[in-house]
């Protein structure tokens, strides 16, 4: 079979690898034991070792190649000799993430990520991790299923995955990652700009494409399919696609070396976890990493206690998989009184016998099948043979107690809005073609269901039936009372319909071309959709583009009277943040209850309502995803990434979540994606990797001093191939009754998370004037404890900041300034921030408030075994020149300042005109045939893929709006309203000052 043109040609030769050695680091405090972390080379040659004189353990060491026959990466199988052969339970590598158990032996190769188990013959390798299939024709991207043998990394074409080097090739070996310049330990300003740098800064060996199970290639037109046909409204062909989602195992540090003290590494810093006991920090993170012994100790410290769970974060290619436990009919060893599931933290005793619940202090009776004598250290000699025993993340296969009904189907249900202004902007046409091109990406197998509707202000369903020469379009004109005009055929296997979906996705822009009803009936659409797959559940995914203005759910504009209200200061106006009414909440609720989960496409150029619409994904676990002002020439690509990535992102569906801790805590609130029907458990029709739960406790008795702290969360899941499993994640902490312990172990940007996510949910409640005080009142009370109980007697001048916080007062500047709590923003952009923040992941929350700024128009002078990303530069005007060109990115937006003197020929270089006149708003970043261009691209790209997300670009010009946009994102400066960092250090120096007098 010939082979279609690669989407894109390679651009990144491979250097010769730079010298670098590794960093000394001293040995864990007692109370981590359990994590063994390994981290990359100091930031910089200045700093010093970590605290401590002591060997460098070998559990602590820069990422590196794996040894011979260690697992290369999650999934690959487990090397000769590997543990876990004791009789019972049934352990097994667990499969890759939604993928159903395997018959093999952990000898043999397990499933790509998210997909469906291959049956492979002993001789057949797979290609080394992101490589080319062994095979040496694959066949098109799309085309029918491949044999074993040429099977594709997950989420990469087989033409793509058949190239030579990608974007973005690495610039060092894996023994010898290069330096990085990352925070200054002397002051209380980063020596960055950017916020939390992203874990995994550098590019990926070109051996290595997407990390295993991570998102797919970005932006380019897939390869072996068409050219959706609605002209320049794609990005162009010479686009490079990006990627996203966790580094290459070569990637270098970023953040301050080793660990200091009792803390665990910043989400934004580069480590890899041997779990041997305590959780992945990716997937369960607490504000302190040592707990108050008395709820009196922390109120004074006036810092919050909460953990930030996110179940399926995206690991470290080079970490272990999470291990599946099978225990068969008898089902997962628990805690008689307080069901805990069995941890490396609960002990056995009277010769194994019993075991205590390290959670309530239950001592319970091992049963029979898994009773085990104990070594001469109190441990099961069986303990390092059980996942369960010695792990602080495993699965559990879920037993017939676990279900209430047979796991539902993944079943996908598209609803596109076809009304006159959804034609005429692109948007129907875009949502079209982001839909056809990534049927390919559904998951395969005979379980996986579509459909699909259209709507204006009537409601289009569409039989799919293979039978049928053309796909039957059924109206339903009763918008009040809305129902499904056919029982069967509405949702068919994908491997039914495939061909009349693709047919039917091409013709509906030229069928509604000429449709001129404006209205939208989009709250009739989604109960429509809900009624076609109440039997089963599922995904249900909205691509809306004007305000709802028929039908149930129906809405009114509101953004005038908002606009008018705020200038004048009305004190209410935070209620038009508000849902307009319980309408949608209710339907939200009914959705949540028969395990439909909904995202919300708003492709839109006009005030949409999202503080009412957002109520839908954020009550079944989807989110909104929000393109204003919608451009046909940009959008499409970040329309169809976006697609794409919440299609193939590890997720799991109708999932029941529950939070337990030790005696002395109990879990006061769940904040996040869900809906919540029972005091102790939230409902998660969908559950994905980017979602995270934030969990807040407070004190009902006291910890005795060095005592621990455990936390467990359970997770009840179903795959998107039908199993029903159980994650559990464990974390142990210590207790202290020193106030100066809970400081020095403070984590900075989980509890800035927290005051992230009070502040969102304080906003359509409060005025922006009152949550923006709590917010600073929050910084100002905890600076204030420790300069009263902690600091050492100094002079009453100084500001003296905890070392674990030294840039709280920073980053809770930036909150003030930013989106969601400024005056001067739009309804929709307030309540999109406050829609994004509720899931928000810890490390993204910083990055969100407060940007990295990278000068692009200097890129040519770097060196190519300088790290890909530049040092990004502190956000203030003092680093803009005149003759610049600027990136500020935020995560989710990407803003280009370009300068006024800019060199006309570094225009053309990048941006393809010599001359901003008529320039667009909203760019298509090009690659030309030159350097500085190249690095650009590459650059972009990179941040594309640490952030798991597109960026849509936008220019900003000095001298008109989007210019002074840009430079209110300055966060350092003074702002109209607004301090700068230094006069807020004073105002906050001054306050401190007046509560201790």
């Given at each position: 079979?010939?082979?279609?043109?690669?989407?894109?040609?390679?651009?990144?030769?491979?250097?010769?690898?730079?010298?670098?050695?590794?960093?000394?680091?001293?040995?864990?405090?007692?109370?981590?034991?359990?994590?063994?972390?390994?981290?990359?080379?100091?930031?910089?040659?200045?700093?010093?070792?970590?605290?401590?004189?002591?060997?460098?353990?070998?559990?602590?060491?820069?990422?590196?190649?794996?040894?011979?026959?260690?697992?290369?990466?999650?999934?690959?199988?487990?090397?000769?000799?590997?543990?876990?052969?004791?009789?019972?339970?049934?352990?097994?590598?667990?499969?890759?993430?939604?993928?159903?158990?395997?018959?093999?032996?952990?000898?043999?190769?397990?499933?790509?990520?998210?997909?469906?188990?291959?049956?492979?013959?002993?001789?057949?390798?797979?290609?080394?991790?992101?490589?080319?299939?062994?095979?040496?024709?694959?066949?098109?991207?799309?085309?029918?299923?491949?044999?074993?043998?040429?099977?594709?990394?997950?989420?990469?074409?087989?033409?793509?995955?058949?190239?030579?080097?990608?974007?973005?090739?690495?610039?060092?070996?894996?023994?010898?990652?290069?330096?990085?310049?990352?925070?200054?330990?002397?002051?209380?300003?980063?020596?960055?700009?950017?916020?939390?740098?992203?874990?995994?800064?550098?590019?990926?060996?070109?051996?290595?494409?997407?990390?295993?199970?991570?998102?797919?290639?970005?932006?380019?037109?897939?390869?072996?399919?068409?050219?959706?046909?609605?002209?320049?409204?794609?990005?162009?062909?010479?686009?490079?696609?990006?990627?996203?989602?966790?580094?290459?195992?070569?990637?270098?540090?970023?953040?301050?070396?080793?660990?200091?003290?009792?803390?665990?590494?910043?989400?934004?810093?580069?480590?890899?976890?041997?779990?041997?006991?305590?959780?992945?920090?990716?997937?369960?993170?607490?504000?302190?990493?040592?707990?108050?012994?008395?709820?009196?100790?922390?109120?004074?410290?006036?810092?919050?206690?909460?953990?930030?769970?996110?179940?399926?974060?995206?690991?470290?290619?080079?970490?272990?998989?999470?291990?599946?436990?099978?225990?068969?009919?008898?089902?997962?060893?628990?805690?008689?009184?307080?069901?805990?599931?069995?941890?490396?933290?609960?002990?056995?005793?009277?010769?194994?016998?019993?075991?205590?619940?390290?959670?309530?202090?239950?001592?319970?009776?091992?049963?029979?099948?898994?009773?085990?004598?104990?070594?001469?250290?109190?441990?099961?000699?069986?303990?390092?043979?059980?996942?369960?025993?010695?792990?602080?993340?495993?699965?559990?296969?879920?037993?017939?107690?676990?279900?209430?009904?047979?796991?539902?189907?993944?079943?996908?249900?598209?609803?596109?809005?076809?009304?006159?202004?959804?034609?005429?902007?692109?948007?129907?046409?875009?949502?079209?073609?982001?839909?056809?091109?990534?049927?390919?990406?559904?998951?395969?197998?005979?379980?996986?269901?579509?459909?699909?509707?259209?709507?204006?202000?009537?409601?289009?369903?569409?039989?799919?039936?293979?039978?049928?020469?053309?796909?039957?379009?059924?109206?339903?004109?009763?918008?009040?009372?809305?129902?499904?005009?056919?029982?069967?055929?509405?949702?068919?296997?994908?491997?039914?319909?495939?061909d009349s979906l693709e047919q039917l996705l091409e013709s509906i822009p030229?069928?509604?071309?000429?449709?001129?009803?404006?209205?939208?009936?989009?709250?009739?659409?989604?109960?429509?959709?809900?009624?076609?797959?109440?039997?089963?559940?599922?995904?249900?995914?909205?691509?809306?583009?004007?305000?709802?203005?028929?039908?149930?759910?129906?809405?009114?504009?509101?953004?005038?009277?908002?606009?008018?209200?705020?200038?004048?200061?009305?004190?209410?106006?935070?209620?038009?943040?508000?849902?307009?009414?319980?309408?949608?909440?209710?339907?939200?609720?009914?959705?949540?209850?028969?395990?439909?989960?909904?995202?919300?496409?708003?492709?839109?150029?006009?005030?949409?309502?999202?503080?009412?619409?957002?109520?839908?994904?954020?009550?079944?676990?989807?989110?909104?995803?929000?393109?204003?002002?919608?451009?046909?020439?940009s959008d499409p690509a970040k329309l169809f990434n976006d697609l794409r990535?919440?299609?193939?992102?590890?997720?799991?569906?109708?999932?029941?979540?529950?939070?337990?801790?030790?005696?002395?805590?109990?879990?006061?609130?769940?904040?996040?994606?869900?809906?919540?029907?029972?005091?102790?458990?939230?409902?998660?029709?969908?559950?994905?990797?980017?979602?995270?739960?934030?969990?807040?406790?407070?004190?009902?008795?006291?910890?005795?001093?060095?005592?621990?702290?455990?936390?467990?969360?359970?997770?009840?899941?179903?795959?998107?191939?039908?199993?029903?499993?159980?994650?559990?994640?464990?974390?142990?902490?210590?207790?202290?009754?020193?106030?100066?312990?809970?400081?020095?172990?403070?984590?900075?940007?989980?509890?800035?998370?927290?005051?992230?996510?009070?502040?969102?949910?304080?906003?359509?409640?409060?005025?922006?004037?009152?949550?923006?005080?709590?917010?600073?009142?929050?910084?100002?009370?905890?600076?204030?404890?420790?300069?009263?109980?902690?600091?050492?007697?100094?002079?009453?001048?100084?500001?003296?900041?905890?070392?674990?916080?030294?840039?709280?007062?920073?980053?809770?500047?930036?909150?003030?300034?930013?989106?969601?709590?400024?005056?001067?923003?739009?309804?929709?952009?307030?309540?999109?921030?406050?829609?994004?923040?509720?899931?928000?992941?810890?490390?993204?929350?910083?990055?969100?408030?407060?940007?990295?700024?990278?000068?692009?128009?200097?890129?040519?002078?770097?060196?190519?075994?300088?790290?890909?990303?530049?040092?990004?530069?502190?956000?203030?005007?003092?680093?803009?020149?005149?003759?610049?060109?600027?990136?500020?990115?935020?995560?989710?937006?990407?803003?280009?300042?370009?300068?006024?003197?800019?060199?006309?020929?570094?225009?053309?270089?990048?941006?393809?005109?010599?001359?901003?006149?008529?320039?667009?708003?909203?760019?298509?970043?090009?690659?030309?045939?030159?350097?500085?261009?190249?690095?650009?691209?590459?650059?972009?790209?990179?941040?594309?893929?640490?952030?798991?997300?597109?960026?849509?670009?936008?220019?900003?010009?000095?001298?008109?709006?989007?210019?002074?946009?840009?430079?209110?994102?300055?966060?350092?400066?003074?702002?109209?309203?607004?301090?700068?960092?230094?006069?807020?250090?004073?105002?906050?120096?001054?306050?401190?000052?007046?509560?201790?007098?």
């Amino acid at each position: 079979m010939s082979r279609p043109p690669p989407p894109f040609t390679p651009q990144n030769p491979t250097p010769a690898p730079r010298p670098g050695g590794q960093s000394p680091s001293s040995t864990l405090p007692a109370s981590f034991s359990n994590l063994q972390i390994s981290r990359a080379p100091p930031p910089f040659a200045s700093v010093g070792p970590p605290q401590g004189d002591g060997p460098v353990p070998s559990s602590i060491r820069g990422p590196q190649a794996p040894p011979p026959g260690a697992r290369p990466f999650p999934g690959s199988p487990s090397p000769p000799g590997s543990l876990f052969a004791c009789p019972a339970p049934s352990v097994q590598q667990s499969p890759p993430f939604g993928a159903p158990p395997a018959a093999q032996s952990l000898q043999q190769q397990r499933p790509p990520f998210n997909g469906p188990p291959p049956v492979l013959p002993a001789q057949v390798q797979r290609a080394p991790f992101g490589g080319p299939p062994a095979a040496s024709q694959p066949l098109p991207y799309g085309g029918p299923p491949a044999a074993v043998s040429q099977l594709a990394p997950f989420g990469v074409s087989p033409v793509a995955a058949a190239q030579s080097a990608p974007l973005g090739a690495p610039r060092y070996s894996a023994a010898q990652p290069p330096q990085f310049s990352g925070l200054s330990g002397a002051v209380s300003r980063p020596s960055y700009s950017g916020g939390s740098i992203p874990p995994f800064g550098a590019a990926r060996a070109p051996s290595q494409q997407g990390p295993y199970g991570g998102p797919p290639q970005f932006g380019g037109e897939r390869p072996g399919l068409q050219t959706p046909l609605f002209g320049a409204q794609t990005a162009p062909a010479s686009q490079p696609p990006p990627f996203m989602g966790v580094r290459g195992a070569n990637a270098p540090a970023f953040g301050p070396p080793g660990w200091q003290g009792q803390t665990r590494p910043a989400a934004s810093s580069e480590f890899i976890v041997k779990d041997t006991g305590n959780c992945s920090p990716r997937l369960m993170r607490c504000t302190m990493n040592q707990i108050p012994c008395t709820g009196d100790l922390l109120t004074t410290s006036g810092m919050p206690l909460a953990i930030m769970v996110q179940p399926f974060a995206l690991p470290h290619p080079s970490e272990e998989a999470i291990q599946l436990v099978d225990f068969g009919e008898m089902g997962p060893i628990r805690c008689s009184r307080c069901k805990a599931y069995i941890n490396p933290f609960m002990r056995f005793v009277d010769q194994g016998k019993i075991f205590i619940c390290n959670l309530c202090g239950f001592s319970n009776d091992t049963p029979r099948e898994y009773l085990c004598n104990l070594g001469p250290d109190g441990r099961r000699r069986d303990a390092d043979d059980r996942p369960e025993l010695c792990r602080g993340t495993v699965e559990f296969i879920a037993t017939k107690e676990f279900l209430v009904r047979e796991p539902m189907p993944a079943v996908y249900f598209f609803l596109v809005d076809v009304s006159m202004n959804a034609i005429q902007t692109g948007a129907t046409a875009a949502a079209c073609s982001a839909i056809s091109q990534s049927l390919s990406d559904l998951p395969e197998g005979p379980r996986t269901m579509v459909g699909i509707a259209t709507f204006d202000s009537t409601i289009h369903f569409y039989s799919l039936k293979r039978a049928q020469q053309q796909p039957l379009m059924l109206i339903v004109p009763d918008i009040q009372d809305v129902y499904t005009p056919l029982q069967m055929d509405l949702i068919l296997p994908v491997s039914e319909c495939r061909d009349s979906l693709e047919q039917l996705l091409e013709s509906i822009p030229s069928m509604f071309e000429n449709n001129r009803v404006a209205d939208s009936a989009f709250g009739a659409a989604m109960k429509a959709g809900f009624l076609a797959m109440k039997p089963t559940g599922g995904k249900l995914l909205v691509f809306q583009s004007v305000l709802p203005s028929v039908g149930t759910g129906s809405l009114s504009a509101r953004e005038t009277e908002g606009r008018s209200n705020i200038s004048s200061g009305d004190k209410e106006a935070h209620k038009l943040l508000q849902p307009v009414d319980k309408t949608l909440k209710t339907m939200a609720l009914e959705f949540a209850e028969y395990q439909v989960c909904v995202d919300v496409f708003l492709t839109t150029q006009s005030y949409t309502d999202v503080a009412s619409i957002s109520v839908v994904p954020s009550t079944t676990g989807g989110r909104v995803y929000y393109y204003f002002p919608f451009s046909a020439l940009s959008d499409p690509a970040k329309l169809f990434n976006d697609l794409r990535w919440n299609i193939t992102r590890p997720q799991g569906l109708e999932a029941v979540m529950r939070v337990r801790c030790s005696q002395g805590l109990q879990v006061q609130d769940y904040s996040g994606n869900f809906c919540k029907r029972v005091p102790t458990d939230i409902d998660l029709p969908a559950i994905d990797s980017d979602k995270t739960i934030m969990v807040s406790f407070k004190h009902d008795d006291k910890f005795q001093e060095n005592s621990e702290c455990g936390f467990q969360c359970a997770l009840l899941y179903t795959t998107v191939y039908g199993q029903r499993r159980i994650r559990v994640i464990n974390i142990s902490l210590p207790c202290t009754s020193m106030l100066s312990n809970l400081f020095r172990c403070a984590d900075l940007e989980a509890q800035f998370t927290y005051v992230v996510k009070q502040a969102a949910n304080g906003i359509p409640s409060s005025s922006l004037s009152q949550v923006r005080d709590q917010v600073t009142s929050t910084c100002i009370n905890i600076l204030q404890s420790y300069r009263q109980y902690c600091a050492s007697v100094s002079s009453s001048g100084q500001l003296i900041l905890p070392e674990a916080l030294k840039l709280l007062p920073l980053y809770t500047l930036a909150l003030t300034k930013s989106i969601g709590l400024r005056n001067d923003g739009r309804l929709d952009d307030r309540s999109y921030w406050v829609s994004i923040v509720s899931s928000v992941s810890v490390s993204l929350a910083v990055p969100l408030v407060f940007p990295r700024m990278i000068a692009l128009h200097d890129l040519t002078s770097r060196d190519d075994e300088d790290p890909l990303i530049p040092n990004p530069l502190t956000l203030n005007s003092e680093n803009i020149q005149d003759n610049g060109i600027y990136l500020l990115e935020n995560g989710e937006d990407g803003f280009i300042h370009v300068r006024n003197a800019v060199n006309p020929a570094t225009l053309e270089q990048i941006f393809g005109f010599s001359s901003l006149a008529g320039a667009p708003n909203l760019l298509v970043l090009e690659q030309f045939d030159n350097v500085l261009s190249r690095k650009v691209n590459e650059v972009v790209n990179e941040i594309r893929r640490q952030r798991c997300s597109y960026l849509r670009l936008r220019l900003c010009q000095k001298g008109d709006p989007s210019g002074d946009f840009f430079r209110s994102l300055l966060v350092e400066d003074k702002a109209p309203g607004g301090l700068s960092y230094v006069e807020f250090l004073v105002h906050v120096h001054r306050q401190i000052q007046s509560k201790m007098t």
